[in-house]
C-alpha cells in the first residue's frame, strides 16, 4: 500500500500498517518529511486504554464556547474513533523512542502529552518515526509527490502516479491512503472553500497546497462543508514564522490586547490563543494591537526597543509617552483607547477581570511610560476540513458510498472533529490517531487483495 504526505498522520498510518505485515511506501512530496507536524508545537491529546471517552470528554469541554447553534460539528462519533485507539497511536510513538509525557506544570490540561523535551517538540516525531518506519520495513520516496491517483474501471483506487520534470514513477497498491495535509498554502482553494480565510497569513508547511484533495475529488470524493481557518497563533511578525517555524505565539499574556479600533475583546491569555483569533477575526480584520507600559515590555522575546527602531516590513511597533499619542501612531481613535486602557487599569487595580475574566496575576496595569503598540498578526495553523471519510477513514462518495481502496487521515480530512474553532493539541491527535486507522484499514485491504 502507499501512503502520501510524510507528517504525523502519514507517518502514523505507515507504521500502523507496516505492524499489520504490510508492505508499504511513503511517498513525499518535498526533500524531507515533516510537513506542519514539524513545526508544531507537539502537544497532543490521548487517552489510555479503555479511557477513550475521557479524552473526547476533555476535547468537547473545551470546544463548548465555541459550539455554532444547529451546526453538526463536531461529530462525536469521529471523536469517539480517535479516543478508542489513542493508546495505540502511542504505543508507536514510545516504540520509535519518544517518550510520550502527560502535560505537566501550570496550565497542564488533562489527556494532553508531548514526547519529553522542554522546547518544541514536532519535529521530534519526525525524527525518530522516519527510522522507525525504516525498521518496520517500510520504504520512503522523498522528492516523489503523488500527482495522480490511478482508478480502475469500477472506480476503485488502485494506485499512484508521481510525476515530476525529472521522474516518472508509478505505486501500483492495493490501498492509498492521502495524508497530504491542509491546504493553507493554496489561495486559490481557499477562496473556494473557505473565501472568509483568503489572504491569511498562515504558519503551514510549505507543500501544503491541497493536491490530496484534488486528487480525492477528481475521483469522487466529497468534500466537508463549513471549513475554517484553524487561526489564533498571534506573532509580531507573520514572515519571520514562515521563515524559521511559527512559535505557538510570540505576544505577552500579561499585555492588553485591543482590536484595530481600540476596544479589548477578549482575556489575553485564553487557551491556546484561538479564542483571540476568533474574537478578532469576527471583528475588524486578522489580529490586533498589542498594548504594553515599559514594565511589560521589558517581557518581549525579540526586546521592545529593537522592534521600534526597525519598525520595518510586517513588524509594526510605536512607543509613545502618553496613551493619546500612542492611539495616534497606530490610528485608533484616542478616546477609544484612553477609555480601554482606563478600564483595563481599573480591573487591574481591583484584582479581578470581571469583563473577561483574565487569570488575575497576568493582570498588570499599563501606567510606566513609555508606552507600546506593537501589531499582531493572527497566523492559521491550517484549514480545518477536507475530504469526507467514514470513522474507519475510508473516503466517500457525495451520496455517501465509499471509493475502495481510497483512505484519507490527518488535516486534509479533519473537518468533523472540532465545533468553531481549533482547539491546541487537537490537530495532531486527528492526525496522529486517524493515521493510526487508516493505517489499519488500508492495510487489511491490501492484504485481501
Ligand atoms: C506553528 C504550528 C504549531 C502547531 N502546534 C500544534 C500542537 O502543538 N498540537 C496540535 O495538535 N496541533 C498543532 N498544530 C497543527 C498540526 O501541526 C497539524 O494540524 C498537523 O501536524 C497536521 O498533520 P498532517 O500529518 O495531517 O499534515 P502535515 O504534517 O502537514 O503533513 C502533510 C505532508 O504531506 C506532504 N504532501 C502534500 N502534498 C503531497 C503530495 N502531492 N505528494 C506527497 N506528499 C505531499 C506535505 O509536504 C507534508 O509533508 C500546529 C500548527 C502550526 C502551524
Redesign the pocket.
Known sequence: MVV????????TAACSAAGQGASVAL????AF?????????????YADEGDGAGMVQAILDEGAPFREEGSQFPITDYLDAIGEVSYKSTAIYNAAGLNMLPESGDGARPYVQKPDTSGK??GLYIKQLEPYLESLGGTIYKS????ELILDDSGAVVGVI?DTDTSKKTFNAGAVVL????FARNQELIKEYDPESAGNF????????G??LV?AVKAGAAVWDDMFS?GG?FVFNPYD?HRA????SETLDNSLFVSLTGERRIKENASSKFVQAVFINENEGDGCWDIMDAEIAKGTEVPIDEMVAANGGARIAYQADTIEELAELTGIDPAVLGATVDRYNELCEAGEDTDFGKDAQLMVPIKTPPFYAVRSYC????IAGGIKTTTSAEVVREDGSIIPGLYA????A?RPFYGGA?Q????????GNM?YIAGENAAKTALEK
Request: glycine share 24%; hydrophobic share 40%.
Open positions: 502520501v504526505g510524510g507528517g504525523l498522520s502519514g507517518l511517498i513525499e512530496k518535498q518529511l515533516g510537513g506542519t507536524t514539524m513545526l508544531a508545537t507537539g502537544t497532543i491529546r517538540a514536532g516523489s509527490p503523488a500527482t508521481s495524508a497530504c495535509g491542509d498562515t504558519g503551514t508547511a510549505v507543500g501544503n497546497t493536491d490530496g486528487m484553524m497563533a514564522s517555524g511559527m512559535k505557538a497566523v492559521t495553523r491550517g487521515s490527518g488535516a486534509i479533519s481549533y491546541g493539541a487537537a490537530a495532531l491527535s486527528v492526525a493515521g
